[in-house]
């Protein structure tokens, strides 16, 4: 076990050491606080959950592309487990691995410790500027288009799509880089909810979720990786031009996840 552990921390160290940070400053970290010397150990938990716990399995990964794109996601799970095996599976099975930068919401960044520790894992506050900068300096960045809509279901409405805002597919027009449709099965079952309580909404805090296991459950992840989607339309075009292309995407999402729930054969 100790060796199978040993050779897992060299293998992430490894993958993580051919990466290119190209905006530190004197003190190793970018303008929104990633630190790349402490990725390898914040990532190593997340790889073992993601080879022995979900056992991830990609379909369709080689469309991601070898440059800089937008990955867009159904979202999925109560918490964002979704997000951690989607950023583990873009850098350890992709043709062209890289670090997913990915967008969060701003009340993570103002909880105590936790903020902190995202912010230095390379997570950044949602906003349009933010996923514009990162964009332009040649991440590749992921962003849930459903946003809190989409974690918070309770199970019984688990896999179905909520609406997409405009933002993500104007950014893209805007950087001038390819959409990458993905869908995540096997969420929903790991960490089934009941409902939500919204006391703290009304203070900008999130909904929290009624999950009723205290562990997430070790069901069968399979993420599902579409065709880029290149759209030619300008970033500043009225309602009318951007709504149908925000449609498309979100159909090119739900097309992913209606064909991953088709082809599982058993959740755990």
């Known amino acids: 076990m100790f060796s ?10 490894e993958a993580f050491s051919r990466l290119d940070f190209p905006d530190l400053n004197e003190f190793g970290q970018d303008p929104f606080g990633l630190k790349p010397a402490l990725l390898p150990k914040a990532a190593l938990p997340v790889y073992w959950a993601y080879k ?19 990955v867009i996601s159904n979202h999925t799970g109560q918490v964002p487990i979704d997000a951690a095996m989607i950023s583990s599976a873009a850098m350890s099975d992709a043709p062209h691995p890289r670090l997913l930068r990915a967008m969060v919401d701003h009340f993570v960044s103002r909880m105590p ?6 912010e230095k894992c390379g997570q950044v506050a949602g906003t349009p500027e933010n996923c514009l900068y990162l964009l332009k300096k040649g991440y590749s960045v992921l962003v849930f288009p459903e946003g809190a809509r989409g974690i918070n279901k309770p199970f019984h ?3 179905e799509l909520q609406s997409f805002g405009q933002g993500f597919l104007r950014l ?23 409902g939500t309580i919204n006391l703290l909404t009304r203070f900008g805090g999130p909904p929290i979720p009624l999950i009723v296991t205290p562990l997430p459950l070790p069901s069968r992840f399979h993420i599902y990786w579409g065709e880029p989607l290149r ?17 498309k995407a979100r159909d090119a999402v739900r097309q992913l996840i209606e064909r991953g729930l088709e082809e599982r054969e058993r959740i755990f």
């Open 231 to 247: 759209f030619s339309a300008n970033h500043d075009d009225d309602d009318e031009v951007i709504l149908p292309l925000v449609e």
């Open 157 to 159: 409405r688990a896999y």
């Open 4 to 13: 199978k552990w040993q050779a897992m921390k060299r293998e992430v160290a």
């Open 52 to 70: 022995n716990y979900f056992k991830v399995q990609n379909h369709g990964i080689a469309n991601l592309p070898d440059e800089t794109c937008l």
């Open 113 to 118: 410790f936790i903020g902190s520790f995202y």
């Open 172 to 194: 893209a027009l805007e950087a001038g880089v390819p959409i990458v449709p993905v869908a995540v099965i096997g969420a929903e079952e790991a960490l089934p909810s009941a």
